[in-house]
């Protein structure tokens, strides 16, 4: 057994999780099942959602667990054995008003993670999508002028 060790890690700030992957690994020495389930949303429409905005749900959504992914896939490939899961959202398969930016986030996670199960079949790794419905998710009161208080975690 193992003493639980808690690392935080901003999923959004793509340039950290390598050295958090690396954390990890020395301290446990390998991870049996990766569960990326950390998301960001906004509401809006498209014109009104800024390009800023739309990058920063695309690192939250699609780098960021990908990044995270491939920072320990060589780890589970040289063991041959591991899963990894990606808890997405139904609008990774649909479209929906004023979702824009979230949507194409999962619609892209959607289409790497299952190019990646095809991949990982032959080292005996098992890669799992599950896309909820809609759930109710923190949300922060935006301040005047704060894009960021928009943002649902």
Known sequence: TYTPKLILLDISD????????NEILNCYGC???LINNASMKVKGAVQSISLELDKKI??????????LTKALLPNMISRKTGQVVLINSIQGKIGVPFR?????????????F?????????????????S?????????????????AFIWK
């Open 58 to 67: 695309m690192d939250a959504n699609y780098f960021g667990p990908v990044t």
């Open 114 to 130: 299952d190019c990646l199960r095809a991949e990982m079949e032959e080292f005996g790794i098992c890669v799992s999508t599950v």
């Open 31 to 33: 991870v049996d099942i």
């Open 14 to 21: 793509i340039n950290c999780i390598q050295d958090v992957a």
């Open 100 to 112: 824009a930016a979230y949507a194409a986030s999962k619609h892209a996670a959607v289409g790497f």
């Open 132 to 148: 909820p419905t809609f759930i109710c998710s923190y949300h922060r009161q935006p301040a005047p002028g704060n894009w960021e």
